[in-house]
């Protein structure tokens, strides 16, 4: 009797048995992909800053701000903002507790 060795699942095909629900799958996916867009345009701008010793820098730095701009709309789309909250150098102040 021959044994057939198990066959090896994808990415796609785990989510498809493990979740049920088409949008579930979508929305699992779609955090998939936006926290692989958050790491890669990190990771970009982190190599911007960083000199690594194998690595030749130009003199000139790059220009970052279109990674930096789909770094900050990526970042959003979790809720989470770069800003410190401050517009025009006005200062707010936070509501207290209350206690």
Known sequence: METKPPEKKGIFTKLKENVDDHDEQMAVLGAAVRLGVVIWS????????????????????????????????????????TGNGKKNGDKKELPKPKE
């Open 42 to 81: 990190g990771f970009i701008i982190t190599l911007n800053y960083v000199e690594l010793p194998m690595v030749k820098k130009s003199s000139a730095s790059a220009d970052i701000t279109f990674v930096a701009s789909i770094f900050t709309g990526a970042l959003a789309t979790f809720g989470l903002s």
